[in-house]
Structures are given as C-alpha cells and as structure tokens.
C-alpha cells in the first residue's frame, strides 16, 4: 500500500482495521492457551509469533489512527477553509468558517482583521524519497488589530482548532522525538486579511508550507474602499 493511499484513509477505517487485528489477537491467544495445554511446544511458537505481530500491527493501526487525526495530505496547493464574514459593531465580527469536507463552524472574532494559522510537518530525506507527503493541520484562527497599541490593550480573540488532550504527530514529535526520527522539522505558517462586512476568503496552502489568504472580487473591491468600504 502506497503512503498516499494509507494517509487518505479516515481515521475511523484505520481503527476499524486495529479493532479487526485485535480481534484476531485474541483469537491467537485462544489457541495459544491450547497449544501451551496440550503441550504442543512448537505449535505454540509460531502462534506466540504471530499473537506478537497481529499486536503490533494492531498499535500501529491505532496510533495511526489517532495521530492522524486533524492531519491533511498536502498537496501542490490545499484547499484550508473559506471565511465568511458579517459585521456585528465596531470590531467585532461573526465569521462562518467552511472545511472543504462540507463541515462548518461559527465564531466571533475582534479587531480588524483575520490570521488564521497552520502547523506543517515535513520529513526528512528518506521519508521523502519514498513518497511521503508532508502533512497540515489548522492550528487557530484570531483577530488583529491596525493599530499596534489597541493590539497590545484591546481583547483579544484567539479561537482553536485543536482540541485539548488529544493526542497528534505533533505533540509526540515534541515530547518523544526519538518515535519520529524520520520528522525533519515541524513549522508554523499564518496569513491575515481585513475584515468586511460580507466578505468571503478562501484559504489555501502551499506545497512550500505558506499560507495564502485570498478575498473574492467583491471582498477585494471593498477592502480597496475607504475604511473598507
């Protein structure tokens, strides 16, 4: 199986497997325990083997599974989400956020502008040459003020996209880098664009780890305006 086709598997047909291999790693040890009873010591052998490999691959398909989770393939350039925007008071903005999956979200952010923020993992040279894609995952979305000083004293508007005590490449990247020798370097990309009243973004990421932020033609019309039109 190519690395393209394992990593575009939902997580959820990746703990299927490992519940499929940890059934029949239970099944293994059944006749183990009979082997062993009837003191079939050879017999017993291969079937301790082959209980240790199914275990194993069973591990990998979990934590595959869940490492994975909130990771996409990156390609040349990556749909990221698109960004609605609707003004609700001075600085002070409701945006509808929509995945390329069809999934959406509502927030409300402050200030006068939008960064959203990805991490990107790459992989080291032997990684590469056998074809595996680096990965992203959307790391926050927050508001930015024009104004340094407001920046400094104003609220401040930081909404995650990951979900506390999840477990991910990243994080076991940072703690256990010896799991993961094959992680080149682990990096963070952002983007930002002003905020308008009915405006639509779209957001894309590069094969290089940039983040690029794009208006539609009307948003960019009223982002030339004065005071954003």
């Known amino acids: 199986m190519e690395w393209n086709t394992l990593l575009r598997m939902p997580m959820t047909v990746l703990l ?4 499929v291999f940890a059934l029949i790693t239970l099944v293994q040890l059944v006749v183990l325990r009979r082997h062993l009873h009837n003191r079939h010591h050879l017999a017993a052998s291969w079937r301790a083997l082959l209980c240790v490999a199914f275990f194993a691959l069973t591990l990998l398909l979990a934590g595959t599974g869940a490492a994975l989770r909130g990771y996409r393939l990156l390609g040349e350039e990556a749909p990221v989400v698109d960004i609605d925007a609707r003004i609700l008071s001075p600085q ?3 945006l509808t956020l929509s995945w390329p999956d069809g ?3 509502q927030v409300q952010l402050s200030g ?3 960064r959203v923020e990805a991490m990107v993992l790459k992989w080291k040279l032997p990684a590469l040459l056998a074809g595996v894609p680096p990965l992203y995952r ?3 979305l927050s508001g930015r003020y024009d104004d340094a000083a407001q920046e400094a004293e104003a609220p401040r508007t930081v909404i995650s996209f990951g979900e506390a005590g999840t477990f991910d490449l990243l994080t076991l990247s940072k703690q256990y880098p010896q799991w993961l020798p094959e992680v080149d370097t682990v990096y963070g990309s952002g983007a930002f664009l002003p905020l308008v009243d009915q405006g639509h973004y779209s957001v ?3 094969r290089t780890g940039a983040l690029v932020a794009r208006p539609d033609e009307a948003t960019e019309r009223r982002i030339g305006q004065p005071l954003g039109g």
Do not use: N
């Open 16 to 19: 299927v497997l490992a519940a």
């Open 92 to 94: 002070r903005w409701a």
């Open 103 to 105: 999934s959406t979200r």
């Open 112 to 114: 006068d502008a939008w």
């Open 138 to 140: 959307l790391d926050r």
């Open 204 to 206: 894309s990421l590069m």
